[in-house]
């Protein structure tokens, strides 16, 4: 989720925590407990792209690491709000706010590590993007008010307001794989891996995107929401695979322990963009595209097949031309293909 929803939600834990009087001084350091979460991100190397991918939302926001991530967080905040809340209330501001972080964004796409170290799978129920403004805006007004009058009653909005949010959200899910199960049986197609996430900054259009014999089939859905449901049609592009795409990649070399890893990131949503010009290809996560029903990854990693040990560079795409912004607002208004 973006930090400024992840502030305010921490912040509304931590005013949650104290009595009506400390209110004000919870909510800050519930705020920066859970922003500190994020804190992961800077952990990376240049010789090693797949590292910071790796290790962002990895055992800091995991359920067993949240104790211990508060107490860091109070003990660098008694400086500042020690005297005020005292230790073991600012103990339970941060506690508070901390363990919001991992909860908010399991809810988005990306996943985190919630039961690290016994298990490496990431936990990601797809429900939210990780920009939502309305959401953010379901949380910051009550909790706004809450705070300018510190009573501690009206963040029982906040809490309401998120979840019906939240429930929506589901709710939309569920819609939008109906019509992503009828658009594969009206092809002919059982689909599977079948994926539904929300496009950017909305709950409305969701990305459709499943595999049927070899291929990725990628499609828009937007449910219907005071309107009728709208199907977008796709396209569809080769599931990735290693004996076609690269069958010369020597076993071991640095290329190939990268395509392993990640592959297990991407959870084998894989494909393989050949670039002509360079000689050289990218190997994306099909899960995720600037446009719902566009086929090219926004990231992942490109490579240099004739030099398979040389470090290769990880590449971010979300360039929106004037075309592809037109044609996501069309779809996330609902208008007729």
Known sequence: MDLLTHALIGAGAGAASQHASKMRAGAAAGAVAALTVDLDYFIGSAQ?????????????????????????????????????????????????????????????????????????????????????????????????????????????????????????????????????????????????????????????????????????????????????????????????DRGRDLPDIPVESRMDRDIRRLERLAGGYLVWVSIERTNTGRLGDIRFSSVPTAALPMWGLEFDPAHPDVTPEWFVDRKLTPSMRQRFLDQLMGRVP
């Open 48 to 240: 090693d792209p797949l590292l910071q991918i790796e290790l962002h939302r990895h055992f800091s926001h995991s359920l067993v690491f949240i104790p211990l991530g508060a107490a860091i967080v109070s003990l660098l905040l008694w400086p500042l709000l020690g005297r005020r809340l005292g230790a073991r209330q600012l103990y339970l501001a941060s506690l508070a706010g901390y363990a919001t972080h991992a909860l908010v964004d399991t809810c988005t796409s990306y996943g985190v590590h919630l039961f690290w170290p016994f298990t490496d799978q990431r936990i990601a129920l797809d429900l939210i993007s990780v920009v939502d403004p309305i959401f953010t805006l379901a949380i910051a007004l009550p909790l706004t008010f809450a705070l300018w009058r510190r009573r501690r009653s009206s963040l029982a909005i906040v809490l309401a307001g998120a979840l019906a949010y939240l429930g929506f959200s589901v709710w939309q899910q569920q819609q939008a794989r109906a019509l992503a199960v009828e658009l594969a049986a009206d092809r002919g197609h059982e689909p599977r891996s079948l994926l539904l996430r929300p496009s950017f900054a909305n709950t409305l259009l969701w990305r459709s995107t499943y595999r049927h014999q070899g291929r990725w089939y990628i499609d828009a859905v937007r449910p219907g929401v005071l309107a009728a449901p709208v199907v977008y049609r796709g396209t569809s592009v080769p599931v990735f």
